[in-house]
């Protein structure tokens, strides 16, 4: 199923009339096929992390995430997660995801209790990179397909991030009168 998401990608990327868009349909490629969820975040020009596409497969956990987005942002601080993926553009991958990662990460029990909900097994943050800069991560997890991501698993998730980041700053440079590069 994987070999066969990155030519649709591909599709659906040149497809797409402007980056929201595109953000948009890069979240829904890899699902259920690959993950059960799927985010995309862009930096914006003060260096925070927006949410701005996501994925689920079983959209009742959707508002579950969004709850957990609102009431507890990632800390743009931190050197882990999404933004310490912005920061470094290293892949960041745990291919299971324990009740003591959670604790040991997760001090505030009413989070903790959140996370748990949703349920995680494992989860790949890559950089959206394009022309040597990062400007943002996309994020899959397995949750209730009990999923353990492999090392294929993570070259897709390179894969992907790298043709949305290569498009998305195509779509940028266009819409800014500069020219694409393929």
């Given at each position: 199923?994987r ?8 599709r659906?990327?040149?497809e797409?009339r ?11 490629i ?6 059960d ?17 996501t994925a ?9 995430g ?87 698993d ?18 940028r ?10």
């Amino acid at each position: 199923m994987r070999a066969a998401s990155l030519p649709r990608a591909r599709r659906v990327l040149a497809e797409a009339r402007d980056y929201e868009e595109q953000l948009r349909s890069v979240a829904q490629i890899a699902i259920p096929e690959v993950a059960d969820w799927c985010a995309v975040s862009v930096l914006d020009d003060a260096g925070v992390l927006h949410e701005v596409a996501t994925a689920r497969s079983d959209e009742g956990q959707r508002e579950l995430g969004a709850e957990i987005s609102r009431r507890f942002p990632p800390d743009p601080s931190a050197d882990r997660g999404t933004y310490g993926v912005a920061r470094s553009g290293e892949t960041a991958f745990v291919r299971e995801i324990t009740d003591e990662m959670l604790e040991a990460g997760i001090p505030d029990p009413e989070h903790l209790d959140l996370i748990r909900r949703l349920g995680l097994r494992s989860v790949i943050i890559a950089a959206l990179k394009a022309r040597g800069r990062t400007f943002g991560t996309l994020s899959l997890a397995s949750a209730e397909s009990g999923r353990l991501f492999e090392s294929p698993d993570v070259q897709f998730a390179e894969q992907l991030a790298a043709r949305a980041g290569m498009a998305i700053d195509n779509a940028r440079a266009k819409a800014a009168g500069h020219e694409a590069v393929c």
